[in-house]
């Protein structure tokens, strides 16, 4: 499938997927949603790929849906749309690799909740990021009203989505909402060496990881550390978990598979 709406690209194990209709500051219509969902089956099947990048062409991450389907939606449109856009955060989520969510400029409505479907969020000094879809008359429908309260809890959640404004880099960050923030003129760059050393970490252990974090969030503590057991005991049907030790011991750098 050649694509309109995104770039595709994969180098060295790290594939980068880059929103891109700048001149609607990269805002989600349905072809770009199904573009998006048919670049993920491909990540998913490439065994080369380690790391996934999404980012954004352009002064902008995704600003929101495109405000113009809005116009021909009934409920049932709207929540066919919602529907999709949901399939998609969870296909990000069981991606079994580190996917980094490269927030170049704005990350607005869908464009912040595809972020928070990725396991971490790197921005840029000059982006924005919000929940702005009160301002229009509706809510979020991608996950925000559920995964920003999880990421900075329900009294910041409520604040940003009830007052819908936009949020300085530097702020996301203090709330926990972004890891990382980078000056916007290296930004890439930066993203770009974090991805590449993640693409020369062991596959299973960043699997695991990313498994135990996720399925263990929503679980009593008894039950999560169970399960955190279960996967540290599982590295070790994988030759990286020996490799790893005896690469260390050996004063070298480990070849992880
Ligand atoms: N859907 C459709 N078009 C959008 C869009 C969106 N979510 N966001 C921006 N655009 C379009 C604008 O209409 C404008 O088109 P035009 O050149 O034909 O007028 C173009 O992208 C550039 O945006 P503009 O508003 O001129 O840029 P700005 O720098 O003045 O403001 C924003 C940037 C992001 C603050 C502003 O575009 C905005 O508020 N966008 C909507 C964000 C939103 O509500 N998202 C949630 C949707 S549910």
């Known amino acids: 499938m050649s694509y309109q709406t995104i770039l595709f690209d ?3 194990g790290v594939a980068t997927i880059t929103f891109n209709r700048p ?3 990269n805002a989600l219509n349905h072809e770009m949603l199904s573009e998006f969902k048919d670049a993920l089956n491909r990540v998913s099947r490439d065994p080369e790929i380690r790391v996934l990048l999404l980012t954004g062409t352009g002064r902008s991450f995704i600003a929101g849906a495109d405000i ?3 116009l021909e939606f009934d409920p049932l449109a709207a929540q066919a749309f919602a529907a999709s856009a949901h399939e998609t955060g969870f296909k990000l989520e069981a991606l079994p690799i580190p996917v980094i969510a490269a927030v170049n400029g704005f990350a607005l409505g869908g464009g912040l909740e595809m972020a928070m479907a990725c396991d971490f969020i790197y921005a840029a000094d000059t982006a924005r990021l919000g929940q702005p879809e009160t301002n229009l008359g509706i809510i979020p429908g991608f996950g925000g009203t559920q995964r920003l309260s999880r990421l900075v809890g329900k009294g910041v959640a409520k604040e940003m989505v009830l007052t819908g404004r936009l949020l300085e880099a530097a702020e996301a960050k203090t709330l926990g909402l972004v890891a990382r923030v980078f000056p916007a003129d290296t930004f890439m760059e930066e993203c770009l060496k974090v991805a590449r050393s993640l693409a020369a970490k062991g596959r299973v252990s960043l699997s695991a990881a990313k498994a135990a974090i996720d ?3 929503d679980l009593d503590l008894r039950n999560a550390c169970l399960l955190e057991v279960d996967s540290f005991a599982l590295c ?4 990286d978990a020996h490799e790893g030790a005896r ?3 050996e004063k070298r750098q480990p070849k992880f598979l």
Not at 236 to 239: D, I, L, R, Y
């Open 236 to 239: 070790f049907a994988s030759p």
């Open 23 to 25: 001149d609607r500051l």
């Open 68 to 70: 113009q389907v809005f």
């Open 247 to 249: 690469a260390f011991l």
């Open 10 to 12: 994969h180098e060295a």
């Open 215 to 217: 399925r263990g969030f």
